[in-house]
């Protein structure tokens, strides 16, 4: 059974920095893609970023871009958003997806951006 | 970047009646369009992929049609647990980027 599982997430205040991670289970981790998607309370989808199974190819969103880095540990079946200056504008649940197509989703883990 | 407008925002409709949902690109995009539901409180989950493709364990009232820039979501007979959020979506591979249409909702009338 396929399973991902975000951490990370919490109350932070505009400019600081957080560091998510998702672990997955039940698949070869290194054989797909991931991404980040988020979800601002109340709102629609929002694609954050993805990267490729060996890290060679790497999107983010213009609204993160230079402010966010993903990265993943394939040895570690685990996925990573370096999110730093951090905005009220980044409030939302985050999720991490699995493949290029986002087939399967984590239950998210909420980053609340405020002082 | 691709725009993917879908509509209408909300539809009302009763149980057992069809469900029309439209997708829209603003440029034509590959094969790469899926549907998604979502529940509140819930991650969304995969319906259709690749246009057409029924995701695992989708019932057969879920299907997906059309091409180029005009893409559809038809749910033949809604059941109690189908009203909720839908979004289309359209990926890209190289680099890895995901659209996301702003959805609709599907509620009871």
């Known amino acids: 059974e396929v399973q991902l599982v975000e951490s990370g997430g919490g109350l932070v205040q505009p400019g600081r920095s957080l560091r998510l991670s998702c672990v997955a289970s039940?698949?070869?981790?290194?054989?797909?893609?991931m991404h980040w998607v988020r979800q601002a309370p109340g709102k629609g989808l929002e694609w954050v970023s993805g990267?490729?199974?060996?890290?060679?190819?790497?999107g983010y969103a213009d609204s993160v871009k230079g402010r966010f880095t993903i990265s993943r540990d394939n040895a570690k079946s685990s996925l990573y958003l370096q999110m730093n200056s951090l905005r009220a504008a980044d409030t939302a649940l985050y999720y991490c997806?699995?493949?290029?197509?986002?087939?399967?989703w984590g239950q998210g883990t909420l980053v609340t951006v405020s002082s | 970047e691709i725009v993917l407008t879908q509509s209408p925002a909300t539809l009302s409709l009763s149980p057992g009646e069809r469900a029309t949902l439209s997708c829209r690109a603003s440029?034509?995009?590959?094969?790469?369009l899926a549907w998604y539901q979502q529940k509140p409180g819930q991650a969304p989950r995969l319906l259709i992929y690749?246009?057409?493709n029924r995701a695992t364990g989708i019932p057969a009232r879920f299907s997906g049609s059309g091409s180029g820039t005009d893409f559809t979501l038809n749910i033949s007979s809604l059941e109690p647990e189908d009203f909720a959020v839908y979004y289309c979506?359209?990926?890209?591979?190289?680099?890895?980027?995901?659209?996301f249409g702003g959805g609709t909702k599907v509620e009871i009338k």
């Open positions: 997806a699995k493949g290029s197509g986002a087939a399967y």
């Open positions: 039940g698949f070869p981790f290194d054989d797909y893609a």
């Open positions: 990267i490729t199974w060996n890290s060679g190819d790497i």
């Open positions: 440029q034509s995009v590959s094969r790469y």
């Open positions: 690749d246009v057409s």
């Open positions: 979506q359209q990926r890209s591979n190289w680099p890895p980027r995901l659209t």
